[in-house]
């Protein structure tokens, strides 16, 4: 069985960084494809950072580009995303996700429907 733990997540104040993490389990490939998404109540999923251990390739949309770095440790089992320079907008609740890809795959955007395994979230407070 597969499971993701994120860990991480906490209170910091505008210009701050956070690193989050994800310990992932059960999930045997010889790429991985993994993502970080966040959903605040009332507002829809977002992903906002994306790696494809093949290449590796990674993806971020443009909110938070050049802010947001996304990486695994040697063996893939831990997925990382380290969040700098957080703004009051970036609060929300983290998830870390895995899917199936082919070995070239690259997102254009990032669909949270085509994720087969999930996180139970961490959270992300940033206070102005």
């Known amino acids: 069985e597969v499971y993701l733990v994120e860990s991480g997540g906490g209170s910091v104040q505008a210009g701050g960084s956070l690193r989050l993490s994800c310990s992932v389990s059960?999930?045997?490939?010889?790429?991985?494809?993994m993502g970080w998404f966040r959903q605040t109540p009332g507002k829809e999923r977002e992903g906002v950072a994306f790696?494809?251990?093949?290449?590796?390739?990674?993806y971020y949309p443009d909110v938070v580009k050049d802010r947001f770095t996304i990486s695994t440790d040697n063996a893939q089992n831990t997925l990382y995303l380290q969040m700098n320079s957080l703004k009051p907008e970036d609060t929300s609740t983290y998830y870390c996700?895995?899917?199936?890809?082919?070995?070239?795959?690259?997102?254009?955007?990032?669909?949270?429907?085509?994720?087969?395994?999930w996180g139970q979230g961490t959270q992300v407070t940033v206070s102005s």
């Open positions: 059960g999930y045997i490939a010889p790429w991985k494809c």
């Open positions: 790696i494809n251990t093949k290449g590796p390739y990674t």
């Open positions: 996700a895995v899917r199936l890809c082919s070995p070239d795959y690259r997102p254009a955007f990032m669909d949270g429907d085509e994720y087969n395994y």
